[in-house]
């Protein structure tokens, strides 16, 4: 896939700012233009930008300019990604209001926006956040700033003034979602503070996250994981294999929802191994190509990834090793224990070790402890629903995915909507319009 050159309608990009208090200003402004507007006009404007965002040519461009601009993940895969977003994040049919009835009155419990939201997006999902956010955030009546990461900020101001201009063009007021040019840590913390943002939502590693729910405002953060898959003996094996490549090479393996340890009985480690093998993932077995592998991938430290090897291709990352890549190798895997640094760390990378242990219950218990509390993703292949059962109870993520791929959990080839705002710090879990509103209680007083 090359790069199709989109460019912006004008040298001004609609909603793009260099001054955090000038793009606060105009989408404070547009709140209040926004309040005025009808829930069908509202309807109007969100479709907008679905159609906007969904049309094969930007589909292609977003995908391909952010493994650009940012340098990392599958091009191919955020085309779907992209696709998701725009068409499958809820809308304002998310806002059910609620109503009660009797001989003392009315009353109803509603929807109401927060105001102006501050969003932080990230580098790995830039697009498909800034596109799942600007649907829910105005769904539920709200405008939004956005900051987004400066590895990704020409792509990210591009997008908001394609989706502004098919917006304005639907009738909508201006600056709906507005974005600063050049975001830093200054102008980050400028916007956390500034006394007009009623909302914050970050999406993004533990100190961005931690910067917003220590702000003193309503604050949603979607944080990281370290997502486990367990394969017990009962499993279907063929298909456990190939949801977990799928799964573990989506975007490679930047989404936060990605397998990236695997936990399996030792009774089908050999089964499961060449079952993966077979749909396109690669072993390494030799100790010191081992030791190369993790020299190149992992910080000085040991304790987290090499970031200019995050979000790169297997073989890539094989080549760069000095390890001879399988024509069809899209996955890196290795057999090790939970010691293994590759299975304590988020690696965010194609690299996904397999850890075997005696029995089903022995995985649920490493499964519990390697996912570290994130309380976000895991998966479970097994015919048996009383272990599928009790793995879900113990684990506590926000999703949890039995017998397919991680992608399924963000409504990817899964039922339910799709959305890449996962909010497990926070509780939201799975963000959706509601998300970002307020309940209203509303009484008539029937006397």
Same mark, same amino acid.
């Given at each position: 896939?090359?790069?199709?050159?989109?460019?912006?309608?004008?040298?001004?990009?609609?909603?793009?700012?260099?001054?955090?208090?000038?793009?606060?200003?105009?989408?404070?402004?547009?709140?209040?233009?926004?309040?005025?507007?009808?829930?069908?006009?509202?309807?109007?404007?969100?479709?907008?930008?679905?159609?906007?965002?969904?049309?094969?040519?930007?589909?292609?461009?977003?995908?391909?300019?952010?493994?650009?601009?940012?340098?990392?993940?599958?091009?191919?895969?955020?085309?779907?990604?992209?696709?998701?977003?725009?068409?499958?994040?809820?809308?304002?049919?998310?806002?059910?209001?609620?109503?009660?009835?009797?001989?003392?009155?009315?009353?109803?419990?509603?929807?109401?926006?927060?105001?102006?939201?501050?969003?932080?997006?990230?580098?790995?999902?830039?697009?498909?956040?800034?596109?799942?956010?600007?649907?829910?955030?105005?769904?539920?009546?709200?405008?939004?700033?956005?900051?987004?990461?400066?590895?990704?900020?020409?792509?990210?101001?591009?997008?908001?003034?394609?989706?502004?201009?098919?917006?304005?063009?639907?009738?909508?007021?201006?600056?709906?979602?507005?974005?600063?040019?050049?975001?830093?840590?200054?102008?980050?913390?400028?916007?956390?503070?500034?006394?007009?943002?009623?909302?914050?939502?970050?999406?993004?590693?533990?100190?961005?996250?931690?910067?917003?729910?220590?702000?003193?405002?309503?604050?949603?953060?979607?944080?990281?994981?370290?997502?486990?898959?367990?394969?017990?003996?009962?499993?279907?094996?063929?298909?456990?294999?190939?949801?977990?490549?799928?799964?573990?090479?989506?975007?490679?393996?930047?989404?936060?929802?990605?397998?990236?340890?695997?936990?399996?009985?030792?009774?089908?480690?050999?089964?499961?191994?060449?079952?993966?093998?077979?749909?396109?993932?690669?072993?390494?077995?030799?100790?010191?190509?081992?030791?190369?592998?993790?020299? +190149?991938?992992?910080?000085?430290?040991?304790?987290?990834?090499?970031?200019?090897?995050?979000?790169?291709?297997?073989?890539?990352?094989?080549?760069?090793?000095?390890?001879?890549?399988?024509?069809?190798?899209?996955?890196?895997?290795?057999?090790?224990?939970?010691?293994?640094?590759?299975?304590?760390?988020?690696?965010?990378?194609?690299?996904?070790?397999?850890?075997?242990?005696?029995?089903?219950?022995?995985?649920?218990?490493?499964?519990?402890?390697?996912?570290?509390?994130?309380?976000?993703?895991?998966?479970?292949?097994?015919?048996?629903?009383?272990?599928?059962? +009790?793995?879900?109870?113990?684990?506590?993520?926000?999703?949890?995915?039995?017998?397919?791929?991680?992608?399924?959990?963000?409504?990817?080839?899964?039922?339910?909507?799709?959305?890449?705002?996962?909010?497990?710090?926070?509780?939201?879990?799975?963000?959706?319009?509601?998300?970002?509103?307020?309940?209203?209680?509303?009484?008539?007083?029937?006397?």
């Amino acid at each position: 896939m090359t790069t199709t050159a989109v460019p912006p309608t004008s040298t001004q990009l609609a909603g793009v700012f260099t001054d955090v208090d000038a793009a606060v200003a105009a989408a404070r402004e547009a709140f209040v233009a926004f309040s005025d507007c009808s829930l069908a006009q509202r309807r109007t404007f969100i479709k907008a930008v679905r159609e906007s965002a969904s049309q094969q040519e930007r589909l292609e461009y977003m995908a391909t300019a952010a493994v650009e601009e940012t340098g990392m993940g599958n091009a191919h895969h955020k085309v779907l990604k992209n696709l998701y977003a725009a068409t499958r994040t809820p809308g304002v049919e998310d806002l059910v209001m609620e109503a009660r009835q009797g001989d003392d009155g009315l009353t109803t419990l509603e929807y109401a926006p927060y105001g102006v939201i501050g969003a932080i997006t990230p580098t790995t999902n830039p697009t498909e956040t800034i596109l799942c956010n600007t649907v829910g955030m105005l769904s539920a009546g709200n405008t939004v700033v956005f900051s987004p990461h400066p590895r990704a900020r020409r792509l990210s101001a591009w997008l908001v003034d394609v989706l502004n201009r098919a917006m304005i063009e639907a009738g909508a007021p201006e600056n709906l979602i507005t974005l600063i040019a050049e975001p830093t840590p200054a102008t980050t913390t400028a916007l956390i503070n500034h006394p007009d943002i009623t909302m914050l939502v970050a999406t993004g590693g533990p100190q961005i996250v931690n910067m917003v729910l220590s702000s003193g405002k309503k604050a949603i953060g979607a944080g990281s994981g370290n997502p486990p898959v367990v394969v017990d003996e009962t499993a279907d094996i063929a298909k456990a294999a190939s949801d977990i490549v799928q799964g573990a090479s989506f975007d490679n393996n930047l989404p936060c929802t990605a397998e990236k340890e695997i936990i399996v009985v030792a009774d089908v480690l050999p089964q499961l191994m060449t079952a993966m093998t077979a749909n396109g993932a690669q072993i390494v077995s030799d100790p010191d190509e081992l030791a190369t592998l993790r020299s +190149l991938l992992l910080d000085p430290s040991g304790t987290r990834p090499n970031t200019a090897w995050v979000g790169q291709d297997a073989q890539k990352i094989l080549r760069a090793a000095g390890i001879e890549p399988n024509q069809d190798a899209r996955l890196v895997t290795m057999v090790t224990d939970p010691s293994d640094p590759f299975v304590q760390v988020e690696m965010l990378m194609p690299v996904v070790p397999v850890v075997p242990v005696t029995d089903y219950l022995t995985a649920i218990d490493l499964a519990v402890e390697l996912e570290h509390g994130n309380r976000h993703t895991a998966i479970m292949h097994s015919k048996d629903v009383s272990r599928l059962d +009790l793995m879900a109870r113990r684990i506590q993520t926000t999703i949890f995915v039995k017998n397919g791929p991680s992608f399924a959990g963000i409504g990817i080839n899964g039922e339910g909507f799709a959305t890449f705002t996962i909010a497990g710090p926070t509780g939201e879990g799975l963000t959706s319009p509601r998300s970002f509103a307020r309940r209203r209680r509303c009484v008539l007083d029937a006397h």
